[in-house]
């Protein structure tokens, strides 16, 4: 199978304030968030990982290494915002099958997937519908510098850990789970 997932931030504490995650300790955030990751994707598994693994750079590189191999399945990764750090510190090639800024991803012979860590304004396929653009970067945000233009288009989907159970999840659950985000998103706006 194939999975997205993006912004688990592991390391990073003040993440649990800033999002509303419940967790009670960056300890329980990281290890359920590991054990979600494992429950879900078996070893044979892809997940395509959109960005901000980890945040900062303060660990021994062979922690990263060793964090990153918990991780069930095949990894690809687009870095993010936050990656940059601990990214020049190890090998990659040992920890990724592929790291590239986008990938271009034929899905289910009838979509093509733009993967990014960023949400972008266009893509192959926007315009006939054929195409979908996954991103991270904006965790649950609502606000207006990104969710305007999100919201209106229903081939954007957020693969953040923050509206997707925090676990990776496959195509047809990131769809579902982004329109769910959408409407609750506009339902509360609209009390406001």
Not at 96 to 106: G, P, T
Request: charged share 20%; with cysteine; aromatic share 12%.
């Amino acid at each position: 199978m194939i999975f997205f997932t993006a912004d688990f931030h592991f390391g990073h504490e003040n993440i649990i304030k800033h999002c509303s995650r419940p967790f009670q300790s960056l300890g329980v955030m990281n290890s359920t968030l590991i054990g979600n990751w494992n429950t879900t994707v078996s070893p044979n598994d892809t997940v395509y990982v959109l960005g901000d693994l980890f945040f900062g750079g303060r660990r021994n590189p062979d922690e990263y290494i060793q964090l990153i191999h918990q991780f069930n399945g095949r990894k690809y990764l687009t870095p993010g915002n936050h990656d940059s750090v601990w990214m020049k510190n190890i090998d990659l090639s040992y920890c990724f099958e592929d790291v590239a800024l986008m990938i271009e991803l034929h899905f289910d012979k009838k979509h093509l997937l733009t993967l990014c860590h960023y949400p972008m304004m266009s893509w192959k396929g926007d315009r006939d519908g054929t195409g979908y653009m996954i991103h991270g970067h904006i965790h649950n945000r609502t606000d207006e510098e990104f969710f305007p233009i999100i919201r209106s288009n229903p081939n954007m989907l957020n693969a953040g850990v923050d509206i997707n159970d925090f676990k990776p999840v496959t195509f047809e659950e990131l769809v579902k789970n982004n329109e769910k985000f959408k409407k609750s998103a506009v339902a509360v706006r609209k009390k406001s």
